[in-house]
Protein backbone atom coordinates (compact mmCIF):
# COMPACT_ATOMS: atom_id res chain seq x y z
CA UNK A 1 0.00 0.00 0.00
CA UNK A 2 1.56 3.06 -1.65
CA UNK A 3 -0.78 5.91 0.16
CA UNK A 4 0.10 9.28 -1.52
CA UNK A 5 3.12 9.24 -3.92
CA UNK A 6 4.75 12.38 -5.22
CA UNK A 7 6.64 12.91 -7.93
CA UNK A 8 9.60 14.46 -8.76
CA UNK A 9 10.81 14.93 -5.19
CA UNK A 10 13.11 18.13 -6.34
CA UNK A 11 12.86 20.13 -8.93
CA UNK A 12 15.00 23.30 -10.24
CA UNK A 13 13.02 25.50 -13.07
CA UNK A 14 13.47 28.56 -14.74
CA UNK A 15 11.50 31.65 -14.37
CA UNK A 16 8.01 31.74 -17.19
CA UNK A 17 8.93 27.44 -17.49
CA UNK A 18 5.90 24.94 -16.77
CA UNK A 19 5.85 21.70 -15.17
CA UNK A 20 3.44 19.42 -13.42
CA UNK A 21 3.32 18.32 -9.95
CA UNK A 22 1.70 14.59 -10.19
CA UNK A 23 -0.16 13.04 -7.29
CA UNK A 24 -1.19 9.52 -6.85
CA UNK A 25 -3.56 8.03 -3.80
CA UNK A 26 -4.10 4.36 -4.15
CA UNK A 27 -6.71 4.94 -0.97
CA UNK A 28 -9.66 5.45 -2.90
CA UNK A 29 -9.79 8.26 -1.27
CA UNK A 30 -12.70 11.55 -2.52
CA UNK A 31 -10.70 13.78 -1.08
CA UNK A 32 -7.48 14.99 -2.37
CA UNK A 33 -5.32 19.08 -1.55
CA UNK A 34 -2.38 20.68 -2.40
CA UNK A 35 -0.31 22.82 -0.28
CA UNK A 36 2.91 24.68 -0.14
CA UNK A 37 4.66 24.99 2.77
CA UNK A 38 7.20 28.11 3.83
CA UNK A 39 9.23 28.74 6.58
CA UNK A 40 6.97 31.01 8.69
CA UNK A 41 3.40 30.29 6.65
CA UNK A 42 2.79 26.84 7.97
CA UNK A 43 0.98 24.86 5.28
CA UNK A 44 -1.34 27.05 2.85
CA UNK A 45 -4.17 25.43 0.76
CA UNK A 46 -3.56 25.80 -2.90
CA UNK A 47 -6.42 24.11 -4.60
CA UNK A 48 -8.59 20.75 -3.48
CA UNK A 49 -11.06 18.55 -5.05
CA UNK A 50 -13.57 16.79 -3.36
CA UNK A 51 -14.17 13.88 -5.92
CA UNK A 52 -13.24 13.20 -10.03
CA UNK A 53 -14.24 15.98 -11.74
CA UNK A 54 -14.38 18.64 -8.97
CA UNK A 55 -12.23 21.22 -8.13
CA UNK A 56 -11.65 24.24 -5.96
CA UNK A 57 -9.81 26.99 -4.91
CA UNK A 58 -7.69 26.97 -1.64
CA UNK A 59 -5.87 29.76 0.14
CA UNK A 60 -3.30 30.66 -2.84
CA UNK A 61 -4.61 29.32 -5.87
CA UNK A 62 -2.96 32.29 -7.90
CA UNK A 63 -0.14 30.78 -10.76
CA UNK A 64 -1.70 27.21 -10.32
CA UNK A 65 -3.86 25.13 -11.78
CA UNK A 66 -5.25 21.54 -10.86
CA UNK A 67 -7.40 18.83 -12.28
CA UNK A 68 -9.01 15.29 -10.90
CA UNK A 69 -9.96 12.99 -14.02
CA UNK A 70 -9.69 10.29 -11.78
CA UNK A 71 -9.68 9.27 -8.26
CA UNK A 72 -6.72 8.38 -7.73
CA UNK A 73 -4.66 11.09 -9.66
CA UNK A 74 -4.58 14.90 -8.61
CA UNK A 75 -1.88 16.87 -10.97
CA UNK A 76 -0.90 20.33 -10.12
CA UNK A 77 0.02 22.58 -13.10
CA UNK A 78 2.57 25.84 -13.09
CA UNK A 79 2.35 27.41 -16.07
CA UNK A 80 4.59 29.74 -15.84
CA UNK A 81 7.34 29.50 -13.05
CA UNK A 82 7.71 32.32 -10.40
CA UNK A 83 11.10 32.71 -8.39
CA UNK A 84 7.72 33.36 -5.26
CA UNK A 85 6.86 30.11 -6.54
CA UNK A 86 9.86 28.33 -4.65
CA UNK A 87 8.53 25.89 -1.86
CA UNK A 88 7.90 22.82 -0.63
CA UNK A 89 4.52 21.51 -2.17
CA UNK A 90 2.95 18.52 -0.14
CA UNK A 91 -0.39 16.59 -1.72
CA UNK A 92 -2.86 14.90 0.71
CA UNK A 93 -5.72 12.53 0.52
CA UNK A 94 -8.64 11.80 2.92
CA UNK A 95 -11.55 9.67 2.72
CA UNK A 96 -15.03 10.73 3.51
CA UNK A 97 -15.96 11.81 7.10
CA UNK A 98 -16.20 8.66 9.11
CA UNK A 99 -13.85 6.66 6.73
CA UNK A 100 -10.59 7.78 7.12
CA UNK A 101 -8.51 9.42 10.41
CA UNK A 102 -7.63 12.76 8.92
CA UNK A 103 -6.09 13.37 6.17
CA UNK A 104 -2.89 11.60 4.63
CA UNK A 105 0.35 13.45 3.03
CA UNK A 106 2.87 12.54 0.39
CA UNK A 107 6.59 13.17 1.18
CA UNK A 108 6.39 16.14 -0.84
CA UNK A 109 8.21 18.12 -4.13
CA UNK A 110 11.06 20.66 -2.93
CA UNK A 111 10.82 23.39 -6.32
CA UNK A 112 13.39 25.75 -6.69
CA UNK A 113 12.72 28.61 -9.46
CA UNK A 114 15.35 30.26 -10.83
CA UNK B 1 -14.23 31.83 7.64
CA UNK B 2 -11.82 28.63 9.64
CA UNK B 3 -8.87 29.69 10.89
CA UNK B 4 -6.42 28.53 13.05
CA UNK B 5 -3.64 30.04 15.34
CA UNK B 6 -0.63 28.73 16.55
CA UNK B 7 0.92 31.76 19.21
CA UNK B 8 4.40 30.56 19.58
CA UNK B 9 6.69 30.02 16.83
CA UNK B 10 9.34 28.15 18.89
CA UNK B 11 8.96 26.51 22.16
CA UNK B 12 12.24 25.29 23.92
CA UNK B 13 11.79 22.31 26.79
CA UNK B 14 14.13 20.41 28.34
CA UNK B 15 13.99 16.32 28.49
CA UNK B 16 11.45 15.43 30.93
CA UNK B 17 9.48 19.09 31.53
CA UNK B 18 6.26 19.36 30.30
CA UNK B 19 5.33 20.56 27.02
CA UNK B 20 1.98 22.47 25.95
CA UNK B 21 1.71 23.08 22.45
CA UNK B 22 -1.11 26.42 22.13
CA UNK B 23 -4.19 26.26 19.30
CA UNK B 24 -7.04 28.59 19.02
CA UNK B 25 -9.60 28.33 16.17
CA UNK B 26 -12.61 30.39 14.61
CA UNK B 27 -15.27 27.99 13.23
CA UNK B 28 -18.94 29.36 13.43
CA UNK B 29 -19.74 25.67 13.78
CA UNK B 30 -18.78 22.40 14.98
CA UNK B 31 -15.30 21.14 13.74
CA UNK B 32 -12.94 18.34 13.68
CA UNK B 33 -9.48 18.88 14.77
CA UNK B 34 -5.83 17.61 14.62
CA UNK B 35 -2.71 17.64 15.56
CA UNK B 36 0.07 16.98 12.80
CA UNK B 37 3.57 16.37 13.49
CA UNK B 38 6.80 16.78 10.91
CA UNK B 39 9.96 15.40 11.93
CA UNK B 40 13.11 17.07 10.27
CA UNK B 41 12.32 17.12 6.08
CA UNK B 42 9.72 14.46 5.90
CA UNK B 43 6.13 14.38 5.51
CA UNK B 44 3.37 15.27 7.88
CA UNK B 45 1.63 12.91 10.15
CA UNK B 46 -1.10 12.60 12.00
CA UNK B 47 -0.50 12.53 15.47
CA UNK B 48 -4.35 12.88 17.01
CA UNK B 49 -7.56 14.03 16.28
CA UNK B 50 -10.31 15.01 18.53
CA UNK B 51 -12.85 12.96 18.14
CA UNK B 52 -10.74 9.69 19.09
CA UNK B 53 -9.32 11.44 22.34
CA UNK B 54 -6.59 9.35 21.49
CA UNK B 55 -2.94 9.46 23.53
CA UNK B 56 -0.49 8.82 20.70
CA UNK B 57 3.63 8.91 22.11
CA UNK B 58 2.21 10.27 25.25
CA UNK B 59 0.49 13.44 23.87
CA UNK B 60 -2.88 14.47 24.42
CA UNK B 61 -5.18 17.30 23.28
CA UNK B 62 -8.82 18.26 24.77
CA UNK B 63 -11.35 20.58 22.76
CA UNK B 64 -12.34 23.29 24.91
CA UNK B 65 -15.40 24.34 23.16
CA UNK B 66 -16.02 27.90 25.55
CA UNK B 67 -12.27 28.82 24.74
CA UNK B 68 -12.13 27.36 21.33
CA UNK B 69 -8.61 25.34 21.95
CA UNK B 70 -7.15 22.35 20.94
CA UNK B 71 -4.05 22.84 23.21
CA UNK B 72 -1.39 19.61 22.54
CA UNK B 73 -0.02 18.56 25.80
CA UNK B 74 2.78 15.88 27.56
CA UNK B 75 3.72 15.54 30.80
CA UNK B 76 7.16 14.85 30.53
CA UNK B 77 8.66 15.91 27.07
CA UNK B 78 11.31 13.38 25.16
CA UNK B 79 14.62 14.21 22.68
CA UNK B 80 12.59 12.41 20.08
CA UNK B 81 9.73 14.62 20.25
CA UNK B 82 11.51 17.52 19.05
CA UNK B 83 9.54 18.62 15.48
CA UNK B 84 7.41 20.56 13.86
CA UNK B 85 3.52 20.39 15.25
CA UNK B 86 0.52 21.97 12.65
CA UNK B 87 -3.34 21.98 14.50
CA UNK B 88 -5.88 21.61 11.87
CA UNK B 89 -8.81 22.57 11.13
CA UNK B 90 -11.84 20.77 8.87
CA UNK B 91 -14.98 22.72 9.16
CA UNK B 92 -17.84 21.81 7.05
CA UNK B 93 -16.52 22.10 3.86
CA UNK B 94 -13.97 19.11 2.89
CA UNK B 95 -11.06 21.47 2.93
CA UNK B 96 -8.11 21.27 5.93
CA UNK B 97 -6.87 24.48 7.38
CA UNK B 98 -3.44 24.64 9.06
CA UNK B 99 -2.15 26.67 11.50
CA UNK B 100 1.34 28.18 10.90
CA UNK B 101 2.97 25.82 13.27
CA UNK B 102 5.14 25.60 16.16
CA UNK B 103 8.75 23.96 16.69
CA UNK B 104 9.69 22.43 19.44
CA UNK B 105 13.14 21.53 20.75
CA UNK B 106 13.48 19.35 23.49
CA UNK B 107 17.06 19.88 24.75
CA UNK B 108 18.90 17.01 26.98
Known amino acids: NAGVTQTPKFQVLKTGQSMTLQCAQDMNHEYMSWYRQDPGMGLRLIHYSVGAGITDQGEVPNGYNVSRSTTEDFPLRLLSAAPSQTSVYFCASSGLPGTSYGYTFGSGTRLTVV | AQRVTQPEKLLSVFKGAPVELKCNYS??????LFWYVQYSRQRLQLLLR??SRESIKGFTADLNKGETSFHLKKPFAQEEDSAMYYC??????????FGKGTKLTVNP
Open chain 2, 27 to 32: YSGSPE
Open chain 2, 50 to 51: HI
Open chain 2, 88 to 97: ALQGGSEKLV
